[in-house]
């Protein structure tokens, strides 16, 4: 499939897509209630935990074994069409599954138990845990604003705490799984002692990951309605993005702040997505693009993810065919691709939010990745009611349980913090 002349039509009329009068209207300043950002919030936070919980049983699992699950994933076959009909079976075909019968055994990237039940999280939300506990650990010691070494710190710090060492089995997985992490974090704070630390710009080759998709979406709770402060608060913070990753994860919590604010109406809400895309492509605080004879990474893969997803013209197959060819030579895990999947997704499946959940899943790959980032946006935007509640528990229930994470504590905490950040700035740089 030859998508040059889709992408050149795309790349004229979509990257000079700017913030129209009725987005800076709620990019300035919230346009919903009090309790309407709680609830936007919750939504967000709960809803990239629960994508997490449901793509981490069959991340990188073989597409044979997974179709030896109950009702797996569906495998579309060519010709097969994403019609309302097949909207409605894409959303009941979600599943928040337990790990044994493919991840029986920890992984120090995966779960860290032993046939882990259903709502067992992964390494894309324990990065996000060590975010909040480096917030926690700044409003405990009223130390603002937050910057790049006292999250640093908070790599090097988090393995020390209840929420690895109650469970001892863990501490050895935390050093394996943080260790490039560490690396980073040890020369951020100075230390340059080779075998100890090692440049950020060298972390997995210094390919542009999704490192800051992991940890950084819950900075969006900061600076809702404000997504110039919340890319830069992440851009910030984010020594282990490297590359035209760094912007481009950056626009992901500048959208998210977006789509906290953005009124979300009706079972397709097209016009939201719209105004979430927009906000990302206008949110260019660094100028990336600016840069001469070079596009900016985040029309690229915006003008990627819609094009192909148009291209496909409403068959998957068609376009994981596309995905399949584009990123034959991609690391699954490169900044750019969970954001292809998680936007071709919501374009596909006509912006319904629970069948671009499981459908994100259905290309196969780095699943908990793609639909931790998929279930925030969603979350940001129809908050938490959209997701089954007994899922929601499971979740809560087990970070509690395996981390000593207390879901709504944490959430109070984001709302106090967004309160806070209109009278002092929280973090270093913005």
Known sequence: MNLQPRRRFLQGVLTAATLGPEIIAHAGAPATSPNDLEDRIRGMLI???????????????????????????????????????????????????????????????????????????????????????????????????????????????WPSTSAVTAHPDYVPLAADWLEEWQFSARWVLGNRDLRLARPPERMWQGLPTCC???????????????????????????????????DLNAALVAGLATALVTPCEGPAPKAAWETVWKSMRATDPYGYGQIRWSQRAVDRWLNYALGSALEANHEPARLFAAWDQEFRTTTKWEAQVPVVVCFGCVAMAEFDPLAALQLSLEWGWDTDSYAQLVGAFVGALHGPSIFPEPWQVEVKQRLQVDHQFDFEQEVRRLLRLQQLASTKPLVAGI
Do not use: C
């Open 47 to 157: 809803g990239t935990l629960l994508g997490d919980a449901i793509g981490g049983p069959i991340e990188f699992q073989a597409p044979d074994a997974i179709q030896t699950l109950p009702d797996p994933p569906k495998q579309w076959r060519a010709g097969e069409t994403m019609d309302a009909p097949a909207r409605l079976e894409t959303a009941r075909r979600l599943r928040l599954r337990a790990y044994p019968p493919l991840r029986p055994k920890p992984e120090s990237y995966g779960s860290w138990n032993v046939d882990a039940v259903a709502g067992t999280i992964t390494d894309d939300t324990r990065h996000k845990l060590v975010l909040l506990s480096a917030l926690r650990t700044a409003e405990s010691s009223e130390r603002w604003p937050l910057g790049v070494r006292d999250l640093a710190q908070a790599y090097l710090d």
């Open 212 to 246: 800051g998709q992991m940890t950084s979406l819950p900075l969006a709770a900061l600076f809702p309605g404000k997504p110039s402060e919340a890319y830069r608060a992440a851009w910030q913070l984010g020594f282990f993005d490297n590359a035209w990753g760094k």
